[in-house]
């Protein structure tokens, strides 16, 4: 059994890294999202600050936007030239996704000022695509509503985790200390 340890030492220390990071972020996203006051910003400040981020974004492509809180749920209704298209949820904030990119990388670390680089650089870019997204996916179901599932289940998560994927593998490939110690 010591020999199997011995073997898959980084394999272990990978996974108890990610599960602790994952963890603890978790329970850190749970206790801010339990503790937001939802009077100033509602349902919580990140995902207020995305629905109006996107609102503004949908502006400058010429669609009159509006962002209004939803009566009856925790999330902010998207209303695309006055027609209700979507809704933005707590899980349309990218900061679940941002936590899942941070223990992955934090788990492959590398040299400290390059781990935190690289995780800054990072969750700007899942941010703003992330953004993007929302933005995309609102003027598509504006535009081809037969599509919504489709769109929302299928392409659009795919975006945002595809990228993230990427982001993962040119990390391990160009930072992580692992591809240092067995390349």
Same mark, same amino acid.
């Given at each position: 059994?010591?020999?199997?340890?011995?073997?898959?030492?980084? !394999?272990?220390?990978?996974?108890?890294? #990610?599960?602790?990071?994952?963890?603890?972020?978790?329970?850190?996203?749970?206790?801010?999202?339990?503790?937001?006051?939802?009077?100033?910003?509602?349902?919580?400040?990140?995902?207020?600050? %995305?629905?109006?981020?996107?609102?503004?974004?949908? $502006?400058?492509?010429?669609?009159?936007?509006?962002?209004?809180?939803?009566?009856?749920?925790?999330? +902010?209704?998207?209303?695309?030239?006055?027609?209700?298209?979507?809704?933005? %949820? $707590?899980?349309?904030? =990218?900061?679940?996704? *941002?936590?899942? #990119?941070?223990?992955?990388?934090?788990?492959?670390?590398?040299?400290?000022?390059?781990?935190?680089?690289?995780? +800054?650089?990072?969750?700007?870019? *899942?941010?703003?695509?992330?953004?993007?997204?929302?933005?995309?996916? =609102?003027?598509?179901? @504006?535009?081809?509503?037969?599509? $919504?599932?489709?769109?929302?289940?299928?392409?659009?998560?795919?975006?945002? @985790?595809?990228?993230?994927?990427?982001?993962?593998? #040119?990390? !391990?490939?160009?930072?992580?200390?692992?591809?240092?110690?067995?390349?």
């Amino acid at each position: 059994m010591k020999a199997l340890f011995v073997k898959y030492k980084s !394999v272990i220390k990978f996974i108890l890294t #990610f599960l602790l990071v994952y963890g603890v972020l978790s329970i850190a996203y749970k206790f801010y999202l339990q503790f937001s006051d939802g009077s100033t910003f509602y349902p919580d400040y990140v995902t207020h600050l %995305v629905a109006k981020q996107s609102g503004a974004l949908l $502006e400058t492509f010429g669609y009159n936007t509006e962002v209004l809180p939803h009566p009856s749920e925790p999330s +902010l209704k998207l209303l695309v030239n006055g027609n209700y298209l979507a809704r933005v %949820v $707590e899980g349309c904030n =990218s900061l679940s996704v *941002i936590i899942l #990119f941070l223990s992955f990388v934090v788990a492959f670390s590398g040299r400290w000022k390059t781990t935190f680089f690289y995780i +800054l650089s990072g969750s700007v870019l *899942i941010y703003s695509v992330n953004l993007l997204r929302i933005v995309l996916l =609102s003027m598509g179901l @504006y535009h081809y509503t037969e599509y $919504e599932d489709v769109l929302h289940t299928v392409i659009f998560p795919g975006i945002i @985790y595809g990228m993230v994927f990427l982001l993962w593998i #040119f990390w !391990v490939n160009q930072f992580s200390q692992i591809n240092r110690k067995n390349g």
